[in-house]
């Protein structure tokens, strides 16, 4: 995807309307997030909503999931403070938190009721199994959208089973990992810009110049056939040449 075609999806995206629909959009957000909240946040802003894309996602969730705090209720802030200032993010802060709140307070006063049961405990770890698996799927649809990366897919996926293996199976501290895995795509991303940019300063005066020597300037005439050029057109025409 090149810059005008990023720009172009851009100025499609919607906004929110008030931030009353910032309120409430969020509120109905946080509701679903049983689990697998990555699915659900990603379908509602991005599918649904179109308050942006699949890559402007992904950059901003990865900045809400080195935040302090929960990522999600950091995203929701980023959002709010883009379109409205600091009021839109305390209201989508209070959206995520207010109503959602209390239905979590409900539902652990009628879960402790049932804890003790069997049943209840099977029913946690198979939610937890769909949670996994709704992870894991978005994750996959929104692989897509790394081949824009300005560090190129492999690597990014490269850098994804690095910390997969740190975390999964050397059972790393999170505290190592991210400055390790994530300095690392840090420098690499440093180093891809800096290719981009020299390259850009070598391609941008020679497609200028291009461009010129094929369209001139307003009010510079074009240069006129020379006089063998004229003869030759005049008598394949089966004129007179030209005196």
Same mark, same amino acid.
């Not at 629909?21 to 969020?26: G, K, Q, T």
């Not at 969730?61 to 980023?78: K, R």
């Not at 799927?137 to 994804?160: D, E, F, Q, Y």
């Not at 290719?195 to 941008?204: D, G, K, P, S, W």
């Given at each position: ?10 100025? #499609? ?15 109905? #957000? ?5 689990? /697998? ?9 991005v599918e649904k909503k179109r308050w942006m894309t699949r890559e402007q996602f992904i950059e901003d969730w ?32 209070? /959206? ?7 239905? *979590? ?17 099977r029913a946690l770890r198979g939610m937890g199994a769909v949670a996994a698996g709704l992870v894991i799927a ?22 994804? *089973? ?7 199976? #050397?059972? $790393?501290?999170? &505290?190592?990992? #991210?400055?390790?895995?994530?300095? !690392?795509?840090? @420098?690499?991303? $440093? ?19 291009? !461009? ?6 307003? &009010? @510079?005439? %074009?240069? %006129? ?19």
């Amino acid at each position: 995807m090149t810059r005008s075609d990023a720009t172009d999806h851009t100025a #499609l995206l919607n906004a929110p309307r008030s931030r009353g629909d910032l309120f409430w959009s969020f509120t109905w #957000l946080a509701l679903q997030g049983f689990g /697998g909240v990555l699915a659900v946040v990603q379908r509602e802003l991005v599918e649904k909503k179109r308050w942006m894309t699949r890559e402007q996602f992904i950059e901003d969730w990865a900045v809400a999931q080195i935040m302090p705090g929960p990522n999600v209720v950091n995203l929701s802030m980023m959002i709010g403070d883009r379109y409205f200032g600091l009021s839109g993010a305390l209201v989508a802060l209070t /959206g995520m938190l207010l109503l959602p709140t209390l239905v *979590v307070l409900a539902l652990a006063i009628g879960f402790a009721s049932v804890a003790e049961y069997d049943v209840a405990q099977r029913a946690l770890r198979g939610m937890g199994a769909v949670a996994a698996g709704l992870v894991i799927a978005t994750g996959i649809k929104l692989m897509g959208a790394l081949r824009n990366s300005v560090m190129g897919l492999p690597a990014c996926v490269a850098l994804g *089973v690095a910390a997969f293996v740190a975390i999964a199976l #050397l059972r $790393w501290p999170l &505290g190592w990992v #991210l400055p390790a895995v994530g300095g !690392a795509g840090c @420098v690499w991303a $440093w180093i891809c810009l800096g290719r981009a940019h020299r390259l850009t300063a070598v391609v941008a005066p020679a497609t200028a110049a291009a !461009a010129a020597l094929t369209h001139p300037p307003d &009010g @510079v005439p %074009e240069p %006129e056939a020379s006089e063998p050029a004229a003869a030759l057109t005049d008598a394949d025409s089966g004129q007179a040449p030209t005196p």
